[in-house]
């Protein structure tokens, strides 16, 4: 992924929680080994984290990626 946004996740527009998860870019999961690559990425005002390998033990790169007003964690899991 180049580029990408993911911002206000597990938010209604007037701030009050979905009652989803609320990370923003969530990267697998423990169940399964799958790299992935992010680039120049803005993970911005999630309910929980900004980015969260969720357990993936596969090879995460993050090249410029960064967030601001995460309710968790700007990286949560990543190896």
Not at 41 to 68: E, Q, S
């Amino acid at each position: 992924m180049v580029n990408c946004e993911a911002s206000y996740n597990g938010k209604f527009t007037d701030g009050s929680l979905t009652g989803g998860d609320g990370n923003g870019f969530k990267l697998g999961d423990d169940t399964a080994s799958v790299p992935h690559v992010l680039r120049n990425c803005k993970a911005n005002y999630n309910a929980k984290h900004g980015y969260t390998g969720n357990g993936n033990p596969a090879t995460l790169v993050m090249d410029n990626c960064t967030g601001t007003g995460n309710g968790g964690k700007l990286f949560d899991r990543i190896n």
